[in-house]
Antibody, heavy 118, light 106 residues
C-alpha cells in the first residue's frame, strides 16, 4: 500500500532554515510528482510547490519561490522540502502529498509541525 | 493567481440531513476542481476530482457538480463521520489553490 512518512517536528529561530523529508513506499516513486502543502494552526491549506520526481522540474507559489527548494532522492524514494529565512508566520504543519498526475493529491503524509520562534 | 472562495464558512447540520457546500473560482477553471475532507489532527483526504468524479472508496452519499466558476459538494444523509472541514482545490493552473474551507459541525 502507498505510504508517505514524514520527518518529525522541528523548532527553528527566525532567519534559520528547515528541511522536511517525506519517505515513500508501496509504489514506483518515479511515476508521480509531489506537492507540498502547509497549514498554519487553525487555518486553511496553502499550496507551496510541486516537483516532478522524474525530471526534477519544480513549480512554486510566487510568495515562496525565493525561499523554497524542492528536491528528491530517487535512491531512497524520498522527497525533501527546504525552506530558508524562516519567519514566525512560517509556523505551520507541512504536508507532502503525492500528485495523481492530474493535479490532485491522492496520498498524504502525516504532517510535520515546524515552529519558528525566538 | 486564481482565488477560491467557499461558502458558508461554518455549516451546522444534523445526522441524516442533506447539505450543500459551495466553491467559487475567481476565473474559469473548467472542471479542474477537487474536494477534500479534513478531520482535526489529520491530513486531508481526497473525495472528488474533476468536479464530479468520486475517488475510489468514497461513499456514494458524496457528490459534486459544477463547471467554470461555480461548484458544489453535496452530502446526502449525513453520517457522524462526515462532520469535518471541507476544502475545494483548483488544479487548472499553477499556482494551485485551495478555498478557505467550510467547517461542517453538528
Amino acid at each position: 500500500q502507498v505510504q508517505l512518512v514524514q520527518s518529525g517536528a522541528e523548532v527553528r529561530k527566525p532567519g534559520a532554515s528547515v528541511r522536511v523529508s517525506c519517505k515513500t513506499s508501496g509504489y514506483n516513486f518515479l511515476t508521480n510528482g509531489f506537492n507540498w502543502v502547509r497549514q498554519a494552526p487553525g487555518q486553511g491549506l496553502e499550496w507551496m510547490g510541486w516537483i516532478n520526481t522524474y525530471s526534477g522540474n519544480t513549480k512554486s507559489a510566487q510568495k515562496l519561490q525565493d525561499r523554497l527548494t524542492l528536491t528528491t532522492d530517487t535512491s531512497t524514494s524520498t522527497a525533501y522540502m527546504d525552506l530558508r529565512s524562516l519567519r514566525s508566520d512560517d509556523t505551520a504543519f507541512y504536508f507532502c502529498a503525492r500528485d495523481s498526475n492530474w493535479g490532485t493529491f491522492d496520498f498524504w503524509g502525516q504532517g510535520t509541525l515546524v515552529t519558528v520562534s525566538s | 493567481d486564481i482565488q477560491m472562495t467557499q461558502s458558508p464558512s461554518i455549516l451546522s447540520a444534523s445526522v441524516g440531513d442533506r447539505v450543500t457546500l459551495t466553491c467559487r473560482a475567481s476565473q474559469s477553471i473548467a472542471g479542474w476542481l477537487a474536494w477534500y475532507q479534513q478531520k482535526p489532527g489529520k491530513a486531508p483526504k481526497l473525495l472528488i476530482y474533476k468536479a464530479s468524479t468520486l475517488e475510489a472508496g468514497v461513499p456514494s452519499r458524496f457528490s459534486g457538480s459544477g463547471s467554470g466558476t461555480e461548484f458544489t459538494l453535496t452530502i446526502n444523509s449525513l453520517q457522524p463521520a462526515d462532520f469535518a472541514t471541507y476544502y475545494c482545490q483548483q488544479y487548472s493552473t499553477y499556482s494551485y489553490s485551495f478555498g478557505q474551507g467550510t467547517k461542517l459541525e453538528i
